[in-house]
Structures are given as C-alpha cells and as structure tokens.
C-alpha cells in the first residue's frame, strides 16, 4: 500500500535524505506528465502528531522558489504504483492548471483570537440546570457569536485593504462561539514575502486587543480544498 | 501529566494546530478511500467526500 504526499511537475525527484512516514524512503511515481511522492507500507498509517509533522515535512521538502507541489491531505493511499498513475492522469490537466497558478508561491495563515473575557464564561453557562438558565445562554451564545462574526469581519477588510493586493488568493474561515474570530489562508509570492509579513503586522497594530499568530511558509493546503 | 515548564505555550499550541488542520482536513483529496484515525480516539472510516472533522472542532465536542 502507497501512502501518497504531494504531485509535482514531471521530473521532480525525492531530494537524498529526505524520510517519510515510517522512516521508510519516499520515491516519486510518473503519470500523465507529473509525478506524485509516495512511501510503501503493510498498511494505512495511523495519524499522530508526529506523523502528520512527517507528512507535511515531506511536503515542505518539495518546495522551492519556482515549484510548489500540490499538498495532498493525509490518509490518501493507493494499492500500488499503476493505480496511483491512473488516479493522477485521470486529473492531470486540473492538476498541471494548479501547479502552473501556484508556482513561484506560499501559504500564509492568519489566526485571529479574541482575547474577551467573556469567551469560557459562554461555554460554562450552557451546563446551567434550569431550562431558562439554558435558553438565556443560548442567546447569549448567538449574541456572542453575532458580535464576533462582525468583529472578524471587520478584521478581515482591514487585512484585504492592506495585505490584497500582495496576496494571489484568499480563503477566509469564521469561528463561532469560541475558538478563532476568523481564520484566513493567503496564496503569496515569494518575491512579496517580506512586503505581506510587513504589511500584515500594520493590520495586527490596527486590530485593537485581537490576537494574531501568523504561520507559514505552508505548502498551499487551504487552495486546494 | 506534563509539567509547567514542558507545556507548549498557547502559540505553540495554536500553532500545533494549525499544523494538524490543514494535514488533516485541507489538502487536495484525489479518488477512493482512506481510513484514518482521528485524534487518537476512533478508528473511523471515511468515503473521501466526507470532509474530516478537524481537531479543534472535535475538541470543542469532547466531553469534559
């Protein structure tokens, strides 16, 4: 069984020393004028932390300045090499336009908390016992969820005014009740790297007592979903 | 039980799950099946139209 990694355009080798899930050695399979990274095992991987930083090291390890593989999601297997092929040239053409829109680029996440005190006091009144001690935190829960929807939206315009025009793509994720106010994944250049991280700490600065934490480079996850 | 001083810090923890999100519920998704164990908790099996619960949602359902 084959777990596979990411595709690649045709002519992309596993680089020497890099390991993937298992310890066992990746190698990359051709099809329809692209390749996919593989490893062989007796049976499917179980996820685990380590084996999810595994994965997307692996992944990681196919990035370079000209060429971003397309990350695919943990757990995609095939029996063996013929009919990974077959399952990467059925797609190609989609996957050769995603190569071609990616290359050259990252991704970015922006995960944006709230710091309001009144976030775990949510969570807690909903075990109330009395039925109108439950209802009442029902609405407060969906007021709180309407005030963070607006808070995070608000957010995200003061990040497409500053950070738009340096991001090739954006998805944006609202939280609900608790968690993140909003997750966004932008698709930079490399070459804008630096500009995006300056513009984005001008958002942070902007964005009152909001937390920010900014992760990438990533390989682009989030535009391929 | 971890220590204080072994205990991620809230970004390494917001981090480690960012990590584990896009892993494990983004990414492209090509034909057939997987079978993939969620959190450590069950052994589940998915058809891949089924998007993934991610962690932190599956947390914010854990019992207490």
Redesign the interface.
């Known amino acids: 069984m084959l777990h ?1 990694y990411c ?1 690649l355009p045709a002519g992309h080798a596993v680089p020497d020393g890099c390991v993937g899930l298992d310890a066992q050695q990746p190698f990359a399979i051709q099809a329809g004028g692209l390749v996919v990274w593989a490893t062989e095992h007796d049976s ?1 991987v ?4 380590e084996a ?2 595994t ?2 090291a692996l992944i990681a390890a196919a990035m370079d300045e000209r060429v971003t593989p ?9 029996s063996d090499r013929d009919a990974a092929a077959e ?2 040239t ?2 190609a053409e989609t996957w050769s336009e995603l190569l071609g829109r990616f290359a050259g680029h990252a991704e970015y ?1 922006v ?1 944006v ?1 709230s710091d309001s005190p009144d976030a775990e006091q949510d969570v807690h009144t909903a075990k109330s016992e009395s039925g109108t001690e439950y209802m009442a935190s029902l609405a407060r829960k969906h007021a709180r969820t309407t005030g963070r929807r607006t808070e995070g939206e608000r957010i995200v315009e003061t990040m497409a005014a500053r950070v738009g025009s340096l991001a090739g793509d954006t998805r944006v994720e609202y939280g609900s009740a ?2 993140p106010l909003v997750t966004v994944a932008h698709l930079v250049a490399w070459t804008a790297a630096d500009a995006y991280h300056a513009a984005m700490r001008e958002v942070r600065e902007t964005s009152g007592d909001a937390r920010f ?1 900014l ?1 990438g480079p ?2 682009p ?2 535009f ?2 | 039980m971890a220590t204080p001083e072994r205990r991620m810090s809230n970004e390494e923890e917001f981090a480690l799950v960012d990590l584990v999100n896009r892993v494990l519920d983004k990414g492209a998704v090509i034909s057939g099946d997987v079978t993939i164990s969620v959190a450590g908790v069950d052994l589940i099996y998915l058809g891949l139209n089924v998007i993934l619960s991610s962690i932190e949602s599956m947390r914010g359902r854990a019992l207490p």
Do not use: C, K
């Open positions: 596979l595709i499917p179980a996820p685990s932390v999810v930083r994965h997307n397309i990350p695919l999601r943990f757990g995609q297997v095939s399952r990467i059925a797609e996440g995960r908390m608790d968690g934490l992760t990533w390989p996850y989030s391929v979903t």
